[in-house]
């Protein structure tokens, strides 16, 4: 599973700027 994935699924922290249904906004890792 690649790392964009495991943020979006929640399995690795990620310092989230936005989050709706469709779309997730992070800082960049």
């Known amino acids: 599973m ?3 994935c495991k ?3 929640k ?3 990620a310092k989230v ?3 709706d249904d469709l ?7």
């Open 2 to 4: 690649c790392v964009f």
């Open 17 to 19: 700027v936005y989050e």
């Open 23 to 29: 779309i997730m906004a992070f800082h960049d890792i």
């Open 11 to 13: 399995e690795i922290p």
């Open 7 to 9: 943020i979006v699924n």
